[in-house]
């Protein structure tokens, strides 16, 4: 499963270094708006101390841990919506990411220019979601400019989708992000189909190298969503903004082990057990017949296979079985 989380924020907040740190890849980090110009993407494990011991009761010859992947996105500045700066080409490549993580300056540094001239985090994110609801207007607006023919025709769909656009307008026009709007099953699967940036789940990592954690506390209280405490210097919070970035995009793991492989294997949370078996072949959804699953814990703590299948907690299960996350799973196709 291949999903995405684009590293967004004003120009100099950290974005670059973070990106550095996290992949070890080099992209440019100088002190100076827009250096990053072109995207690049990062491919980071994501720390599980459960495929280590799995794979260390296997003695397995390949360890494969989960991962998530990151966009790095060159900085947006108020206006990137009506195309100042880069801004029409950093909004479609947001467009393109599964996620954003919305890096905060709230560290100060004298040495590093600020396009605001002042380190005022929430003022920062402001001008970052605002962006991404001017945008997702002017989408919107032209999806119901078009809807118009339908609607004289008295097209249900075309009914339908009016009403969810009418109310995700009007929450863009109140300044809210896209995201805030409650739908329901159906009504989300036609919000999904306008690929709006505020619809997208976002992770604000505050970046706070040698920040009184006081400062820290104050900002965290006001963010708008869910957070992490970074610093992307001296590589700390890392482990927390890869769990939590996995959790953002709604993924969980389930695992197979042997003395070939053991594999952390990325699946959406709420999966059945021939939808997870497409992680590892497509095929396994038409030709799924049952599942052997144990919890990773009940295997290590049985010792082995074979005593885990005599104290009962290998299970057989069927189609509509519900994978859950840190399951051990040998498909039977």
């Not at 009761?57 to 919506?81: C, N």
């Not at 080409?89 to 709230?106: M, T």
């Not at 999966?271 to 017949?289: L, M």
Request: proline content about 3%.
């Amino acid at each position: 499963m291949s999903l995405s989380i684009g590293i967004v924020g004003l120009p100099n907040v950290g974005k670059s270094t973070l990106f550095n740190a996290l992949t070890k890849k080099s992209v440019p980090a100088e002190n100076y708006p827009f250096c990053t110009i072109d995207p690049s993407v990062g491919i980071v494990p994501v720390p599980d101390e459960r495929i280590e011991k799995l794979s260390s009761f296997s003695r397995s010859k390949k360890t494969i841990p989960a991962v998530v992947e990151f966009v790095d996105i060159a900085g947006l500045v108020a206006g990137a919506s009506k195309g100042e700066g880069l801004g029409n080409k950093f909004l479609a490549n947001i467009r393109e990411v599964d996620a954003i993580l919305q890096v905060v300056r709230v560290f100060e540094d004298k040495d590093i220019i600020h396009v605001a001239n002042k380190v005022d985090p929430l003022d920062d994110i402001s001008v970052i979601n605002l962006e991404l609801i001017l945008a997702d207007l002017e989408t919107v607006s032209k999806r119901r400019s078009n809807l118009s023919r339908e609607l004289k025709k008295g097209d249900k769909g075309a009914v339908v989708e009016e009403a969810v656009l009418a109310r995700i307008q009007e929450a863009l026009e109140a300044g809210k992000l896209a995201s805030s709007v409650e739908l329901a099953k159906e009504e989300k699967r036609i919000l999904l189909s306008m690929h709006l940036l505020s619809a997208k789940p976002i992770l604000y990592a505050l970046n706070a190298s040698e920040v009184n954690e006081n400062v820290i506390e104050k900002v965290a209280a006001q963010i708008p969503g869910k957070y992490v405490v970074i610093d992307a210097i001296f590589e700390k919070g890392f482990n927390e903004l890869l769990v939590g970035a996995y959790d953002l995009l709604g993924l969980e793991t389930f695992f197979t082990t042997g003395e070939d492989e053991t594999r952390a294997w990325t699946i959406k949370k709420g999966s059945t057990a021939p939808i997870a078996g497409t992680a590892i072949h497509t095929d396994f959804k038409d030709k799924f017949i049952r599942a052997e699953v144990v919890f990773w814990e009940e295997l290590l703590d049985a010792g082995s296979y074979v005593e885990a299948r005599a104290k009962g907690k290998v299970r057989t299960e069927g189609k509509e079985y519900i994978v859950k996350d840190g399951d051990v799973i040998e498909f039977r196709i």
